[in-house]
């Protein structure tokens, strides 16, 4: 089993930053494509940024340039820096661990585990 807890959601003005954390417990994130998927009301989930195995990384378009992510293999844990964030970043930003793949962007057909969810809101 694989526990996925994410922190570090918050309300933010436009323009502000923020960094998710995904502390995960079961397995090493570093043997996994962890990735992190987002979710606003009234939208499908979508994917927003994974982390391969060798440490590749991918990016939807609309958050390349702003969004990175990042592991700490010694915490098992994954981050996600957002910058210059925008009014439609909002949502529910989910950790994700796809345990089957080493590498790529998952879809979330893909996905065995899922964290709890940690809600994003950016004001205008």
């Not at 090493?28 to 940024?49: D, I, L, N």
């Not at 989910?94 to 585990?113: K, S, W």
Request: glycine share 12%.
């Amino acid at each position: 089993q694989v526990q996925l807890v994410e922190s570090g959601g918050g309300l933010v003005q436009a323009g502000g930053s923020l960094r998710l954390s995904c502390a995960a417990s079961g397995r090493t994130v570093s043997r996994h494509v962890m990735a992190w998927f987002r979710q606003a009301p009234g939208k499908e989930r979508e994917f927003v940024s994974s982390m391969g195995s060798y440490g590749d990384t991918y990016y939807a378009d609309s958050v390349k340039g702003r969004f990175t992510i990042s592991r700490d293999n010694a915490k098992n844990t994954v981050y996600l820096q957002m910058n210059s964030l925008k009014p439609e970043d909002t949502a529910v930003y989910y950790c994700a661990a796809d345990t089957h793949a080493l590498v790529g962007a998952p879809t979330t057909r893909g996905i065995d585990y899922w964290g709890q969810g940690t809600q994003v809101t950016v004001s205008s």
